[in-house]
């Protein structure tokens, strides 16, 4: 008996190893640097966080952004003038491709100065051409960093080189990220290894660029399936890492600060094989709510019986933890037509992992810019009110011209006749 009861432990313990392995794999990383996120490129949600929303020095990850608006605002092959306060104004010791004052090149050039090798100085020329001054940029890249959804940041320069007020978060950097990957042209960028400038008209040689980023290439931080990304490095920020990395159809965007030497990869890798190993994509249909706004809120659900919300779930945890409050939007941010509903899905009942997001419900029988019944309503009533009043300023014009003209004959019948 005694030996049955032994082997039926052993199988026990061994059982409960293999449960407390599966346990194990679905917890976080231990990251190191002091912010960090994990984020699906495609819903923008987040599967880890570390302090990110936390305001950092960004370093030379900033020139994602640099990089991302030289696309939109400019053309590739234009030609761009360096001049003295481009060339100039960075610090001594900074990175850099030695462009001289008055040297051309083109804005892809200089857009793979900036991000393959880091040059500070061709992001200022970026700027100047794109915005007339570094100082017009600046607002730009604020501008745009507001429409990507960053909104705990400001940029002051184009290249990142230390300013106390040039801050950013994680969340932010990866959220412009997102935004950039829309561009092919981003993506051929930052998975180039190696680009090459033809000599100039100050240059006699060709400069060979490299990117910095060392989980492109076979190496000790070697990746599979790393599209590419940005390094950052000040004194002040230490070293900040923005990758992207794709699997199958999963794009993951990491995005670390303030790390020491060469833990922002370790950190990068870790959360990579979390975030493509321990999550599974499901679909999750929203159901409806049994009180508060209800009707309102079931006005516009009916629209979108069919919607279905893809997220990334931990392995293991079954959609029926997922929870959803549902919010009547007041003030729409987004400038939608009609009823806005906010759905945000909580990620079951644990604390120690990001919720799932947000997502945004119009009143889909509305076509873009299409006004609902009620402002239709209101603008046929303003139509008949102007036509009404028309009508009536008309006919008291009529009228009163009719009634000198009356006047005017009865004048004329009285008056006496002339006669010689």
């Known amino acids: 008996m005694r030996r049955y009861s032994a082997i039926l432990l052993a199988v026990l313990i061994w059982i409960g190893s293999f449960t407390n392995q599966a346990a194990a794999q679905v917890e976080p990383p ?16 987040v599967l880890y ?4 929303y936390m305001q950092l020095y960004p ?3 900033t020139k994602i ?5 030289a696309l939109e605002n400019g053309r590739l092959n234009d030609n761009l003038t360096m001049s003295g306060e481009a060339v100039y104004s960075i610090k001594r010791g900074s990175s850099n491709i030695a462009l001289e004052e008055g040297e051309q090149i083109t804005l892809e050039q200089a857009v793979m100065a900036a991000m393959l090798p880091s040059a500070n100085e061709a992001c200022n020329g970026i700027a100047e051409h794109i915005s007339g001054s570094m100082a017009n940029f600046s607002q730009l890249m604020n501008q745009r960093a507001c429409q990507a959804g960053a909104l705990n940041s400001n940029f002051v320069n184009p290249s990142g080189l230390h300013d106390p007020n040039h801050l950013s978060t994680a969340y932010d950097m990866a959220m412009i990220t997102r935004a950039a990957l829309k561009y092919d042209k981003f993506r051929e960028i930052i998975g180039t290894v190696r680009y090459t400038i033809p000599p100039t008209n100050k240059k006699t040689e060709a400069r060979d660029l490299w990117s910095e980023h060392r989980m492109l290439t076979t190496n000790l931080y070697y990746y599979e399936g790393v599209i590419g990304g940005k ?5 002040e920020a230490r070293n900040t890492l923005v990758t992207v ?9 990491a995005v670390v600060m303030r790390s020491d030497n060469y833990a922002g990869y370790k950190d990068t890798i870790a959360l990579f094989d979390y975030g493509f190993n321990e999550f599974v994509e499901t679909g999750i249909v929203p159901t409806i709510p049994a009180s508060g ?8 659900l009916n629209q979108h019986q069919d919607l279905k919300i893809n997220r990334l779930l931990r392995k293991g945890m079954s959609p029926q933890e997922i929870t959803i409050d549902y919010e009547l939007v007041e003030n729409d941010p987004f400038k939608q037509p009609d009823l806005l509903v906010k759905l945000h899905i909580n990620n079951g009942s644990s604390q120690m992992y990001p919720d799932l997001g947000s997502v945004y419900l119009t009143n889909s029988s509305l076509k873009p810019g299409e006004k609902s019944w009620t402002d239709t309503a209101l603008v046929i009533l303003k139509v008949l009110a102007y036509i009404a009043l028309s009508m009536v300023a008309v006919l008291f014009i009529v009228k009163r011209f009719f009634k000198l003209r009356r006047r005017r004959t009865e004048r004329y019948r009285l008056r006496p006749l002339n006669r010689k």
């Open 231 to 235: 390094t950052g490095y000040t004194q």
């Open 245 to 253: 990395a794709r699997r199958g159809e999963r794009e993951l965007i």
């Open 49 to 52: 966080e570390k302090s990110m």
């Open 59 to 61: 370093a030379s990850i």
């Open 30 to 45: 231990a990251v190191v640097s002091e912010s960090a996120v994990l984020m699906d490129a495609e819903t923008g949600q």
């Open 65 to 69: 952004l640099t990089a991302l608006l």
């Open 293 to 300: 706004d209800a009707a309102l809120i079931q006005e516009v």
